[in-house]
């Protein structure tokens, strides 16, 4: 995009809004950009992201995330056990490290965040679980399945 406010799922994700289980390998460069949400108000659960986010540098609000440009809990958003690998230095733009509900997957071992994701969903009563993609062509990062 060439605006603000772009994501690999979603550009918007207002107050009551809710994204849950997804990925995106998409790259995408914006100002307020992310590699799932650029802009958060709503509710993320149990997602990851894996794409290329760069961010242009003359930006009002120059929020460049992994996982989510720029986050406003001030609406009760909340970002729940969502999970990002790649080179961006931050899971949520504006955020503040690993307090803001995002987790980086440094070793490539997707285990982990893998059984923290079931949790969230479990938790949120959700049918959706993460299972382990075995055929190497994907770093062995999980996919989607409904379980019932």
């Known amino acids: 995009g060439s605006l603000n406010n772009v994501g690999g799922i979603a550009g918007l994700n207002w107050d009551g809004g809710t994204i849950r289980a997804c990925s995106s390998s998409a790259t995408v460069n914006a100002d307020r950009v992310g590699g799932i949400v650029g802009y958060n108000e709503g509710s993320v659960l149990a997602c990851y992201a894996t794409g290329s986010v760069t961010g242009i540098e003359n930006g009002e609000y120059n929020s460049i995330g992994a996982f ?6 001030d609406y009760g958003g909340t970002i729940t056990a969502c999970y990002w690998s790649g080179d961006t230095e931050k899971g949520v733009g504006n955020g503040n490290g690993s307090a803001d509900g995002t987790t980086k997957v440094e070793d490539g ?8 994701m079931n949790t969230a969903l479990i938790d949120a009563g959700s049918t959706y679980r993460w299972t382990t993609n075995g055929d190497g062509e994907t770093g062995n990062r999980p996919l989607v399945i409904a379980t019932e």
């Open 68 to 73: 989510v440009g720029w986050h406003d809990n």
């Open 109 to 116: 071992n997707w285990a982990t965040a893998m059984n923290a």
